[in-house]
């Protein structure tokens, strides 16, 4: 599914019910930036996809798929933000438009991503390579490699 809203709700869902348990339509709108009406509009629009389950004037949680969903999005933002990271953008905004971009990259780019981000932190040293592409951030400079 790769509906940026519905995923955005799935998220924030995700993150309210951990802090709190269950969430309010009212927390929900104003973590969105939307109306009470809009989010509880979704929020019934989730409930009929069995992503949530709704009780009104008590709350949402998410059900098992809701959850799933909610945890396949903290894995992409992750490894967006962990590959953002590698080839140098800030940690802020490495978050920043990993939040942005994780709606919008298919699983098989997201299964690329993350296969690159665990060769690189798993190498047992620095690849050369990534030490020259940080050079060549910095200066603009290519470093020439050594045949071996």
Same mark, same amino acid.
């Given at each position: #599914?790769k509906? /940026?809203?519905?995923?955005e709700?799935?998220?924030?869902? &995700?993150?309210?019910?951990? /802090? &709190?348990? =269950? +969430? &309010?339509?009212?927390?929900?709108?104003?973590?969105?930036?939307?109306?009470?009406?809009?989010?509880t509009? #979704?929020?019934?629009?989730?409930?009929?996809?069995?992503?949530?389950?709704?009780?009104?004037?008590?709350?949402?949680?998410? *059900? !098992?798929?809701?959850?799933?969903?909610?945890?396949?999005?903290? /894995? *992409? =933002? !992750?490894?967006?933000?962990? %590959?953002?990271?590698?080839?140098? +953008?800030? !940690?802020?905004?490495a978050?920043?438009?990993?939040?942005?971009?994780? &709606?919008h990259?298919?699983?098989?780019?997201?299964k690329?991503?993350?296969?690159?981000?665990? %060769?690189?932190?798993?190498?047992? +040293?620095?690849p $050369?390579?990534?030490? =020259? %592409? /940080?050079?060549?951030? !910095?200066?603009?400079?290519?470093? $020439?490699?050594?045949?071996?």
């Open positions: #599914m509906n /940026k809203t519905i995923e709700y799935i998220e924030v869902i &995700h993150n309210l019910e951990k /802090k &709190h348990g =269950h +969430v &309010h339509t009212n927390d929900l709108a104003a973590n969105l930036g939307v109306s009470p009406p809009s989010a509009e #979704m929020v019934q629009k989730l409930s009929k996809k069995k992503l949530v389950n709704y009780v009104p004037y008590r709350g949402v949680t998410l *059900t !098992k798929d809701g959850e799933k969903i909610a945890k396949e999005l903290i /894995k *992409t =933002h !992750k490894t967006l933000a962990e %590959f953002l990271e590698i080839i140098g +953008v800030n !940690k802020k905004n978050e920043k438009d990993a939040c942005q971009i994780e &709606h990259v298919s699983a098989q780019t997201v690329q991503l993350n296969r690159f981000v665990e %060769f690189v932190r798993e190498a047992p +040293v620095d $050369i390579w990534l030490g =020259h %592409f /940080k050079h060549y951030c !910095k200066t603009g400079e290519r470093l $020439i490699c050594e045949k071996a």
